[in-house]
């Protein structure tokens, strides 16, 4: 099968011919669709997250077809679709996966990171991990819901019930998490870097109540804020955006060092917390949630053997939603829907 390889931190993809992985114990093989690029990526290629296996197929929000299942599997069947998030395998038996928090387990193992993931025709999962996709979505529509769509959407959990919410950084996740928490209710507010019209204007698309550059403070105080970019700087904007008693939720993986600030940010019992993975149970809440909403994942499709390219946009930000990697040799599947939302152009 062809695959993007990682071999070393800092340099780029390599494109290769493998041999096809096999299915394991527990195991499904599958067919790779697509699958969507996600930030964590680039923080494994540039060794920001410091132990990947190497050498390494990055990519953990998989859309495929389960070609066929290894011994004692019979959870899918050939043709099934399903989707494969970051969560790859966890113990199951320490105080964590015991207490329903299976996203903090210390021995978890996490797709295109500890195991190899989707930048490639073929891969395997643990099927225990493996989604259902609901029938509303296409193949490449689904992808980015897998991880920039549940993490996003544990993300406003954490937050609790706010009835206004700031979100900083309007990339793959915001644009997800934007319209679950309008389908709610929620008015939000997009933060976007300072003077770029383009993805404030995309936020209102999306029907925010308000979009502004990081730069500015919202035009009424907010009960929570969900901070997505890897910018440690916006940590005390964002606490300076929320009213007492509010909550700043981070929900990167990675993000450059916090500055000081004055303690007066924080207090009237202002929160401040992080978000850590997911849990199985954050997928199948958000999947149906996201099929009985209604939401639509804006995304830029790209060869599978241009992965470079995608990093590289998303890196320079250049992106509105999600790039979706798309292996040349596999029909992506339409949803029940119809069209996708695409970039303009692509
Ligand atoms: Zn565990
Ligand atoms: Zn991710």
Known sequence: MKAMILDVPGHPLREADVPDPVAGPGQV????????????????????????????VLGHEIVGVVEASGAGSSRFAPGDRVGVPWLGWTCGQCRHCASGSENLCHLARFTGYDL?????????ADERFCFPIPEVFDDVEAAPLLCAGLIGYRTLRMAGEPRSVGIWGFGAAAHLVAQVAGCEGREVFAFTRPGDAASQAFARSLGVAWAGGSDELPPVP????????????LVPAAL??????G???????????????PYALLWGERSLRS????????????LALAARAGVRS?????PLAEANEALADLRAGRLEGAAVLV?????????????RRRTPGS
């Open 29 to 56: 093989l599958l067919r790779v669709s697509a699958c969507a690029v996600c930030r964590t990526d680039l923080h494994v290629l540039d060794g920001e997250l410091t132990k990947p296996k190497l050498p390494l």
């Open 116 to 124: 190899d993931g989707g930048f490639a025709e073929k891969a395997v």
């Open 222 to 233: 907010l009960d929570a804020a969900l901070v997505f970019a890897p910018v440690g700087a």
């Open 240 to 245: 300076r955006s929320v009213r007492k008693g």
């Open 247 to 261: 909550v700043v939720v981070c929900g990167g993986i990675h993000m450059s060092d916090i500055p000081a600030f």
């Open 275 to 286: 978000v850590a993975n997911l849990t199985r149970k954050d997928g199948e809440e958000f």
């Open 298 to 302: 804006q995304i830029r499709p790209y």
């Open 327 to 339: 292996p040349a040799a596999t029909p992506a599947r339409e949803g029940a829907r119809g069209r």
